[in-house]
Structures are given as structure tokens and as C-alpha cells.
């Protein structure tokens, strides 16, 4: 990615927090990653003027506190907020859970645990877009 926005990472399971560090790192990718455990966590760093918005979230489902739709359901009505991308990361295959991400306009959706290729090939597909939205019209 280009953009000196941070990373937004909000997962509450370490092993996983590695995984998408190491890649990104491995696909040079120098954004900082702003690391949330929670739902929670996350909105109060988004809230504080002081921090820079995030060019993109990476956001777990299943968390203690507030939960990934809990937290989307806030972000997605916060004009500051609704235009950020966020990929779902969860270990939940079932349909209705996609279905519910999705309505709430998310950018991507990859299964726990991490596979690190398909975390590889996701940010792939996310560095594309933004080398092409710097294009010239």
C-alpha cells in the first residue's frame, strides 16, 4: 500500500495478530498496524482526533467486549468512518454470518485460522487497488 495511513487490526487472538503482521511484512507493506483487541478498543483509537483514520481495517468477528457487526454496526453510521474498507477475518463459515458482513458493506471476508497464502493473496489483491487508485484519470 502507499498510503502512509495506518493498518487497522482488530483481533483479540495473537497468533493470528502475527500472521498478518508477517505479511505484510513480507509483501512490504510499511503501513504502521494499529492493533485493537476489541471492538471497543478500536472505536475509542477512532474516535480520538489525534490518531490518523486507517486506510483500511482488518476486523475479527468474534471478540470479548464488542464483537465485530457490533462494532460495524457503529463504524458503518459514522460518516468519518463508512468509507474505510474493513476485511472480515473469522472462523465462522456459515452462510448467515457472511451474509450479515456483507450487508454491512465489508470489502473482503477470509477464514480463520489465517492461512497465511490467502492472507497473502487478499493483500495482494488490496495493494492492486490502491496502486491503481493513484493512477492518473
Not at 9 to 31: G, H, P
Not at 91 to 116: H, R, T, W
Not at 122 to 136: C, D, F, G
Request: with cysteine; proline share 6%.
Amino acid at each position: 500500500m502507499r498510503s502512509t495511513k495506518p493498518i487497522m487490526l482488530i483481533e483479540d487472538d495473537q497468533v493470528d495478530v502475527m500472521t498478518v503482521r508477517r505479511a505484510l511484512k513480507d509483501l512490504e507493506i510499511n503501513n504502521e498496524v494499529v492493533h485493537a483487541g476489541n471492538g471497543e478498543e478500536a472505536l475509542n483509537y477512532l474516535k480520538n482526533s489525534v490518531n490518523t483514520l486507517p486506510c483500511v481495517i482488518f476486523l475479527d468477528m468474534n471478540m470479548p467486549k464488542m464483537n465485530g457487526p457490533e462494532f460495524l454496526e457503529i463504524a458503518k453510521y459514522n460518516p468519518a468512518l463508512q468509507s474505510i474498507p474493513v476485511i472480515i477475518l473469522t472462523s465462522s463459515e456459515e452462510e448467515q454470518d457472511k451474509n450479515i458482513a456483507f450487508s454491512m458493506s465489508v470489502a473482503g471476508y477470509i477464514l480463520k485460522p489465517v492461512c497465511y497464502e490467502k492472507l497473502l493473496e487478499a493483500m495482494n489483491t488490496i495493494n492492486a487497488y490502491w496502486t491503481l487508485s493513484e493512477l492518473p484519470a
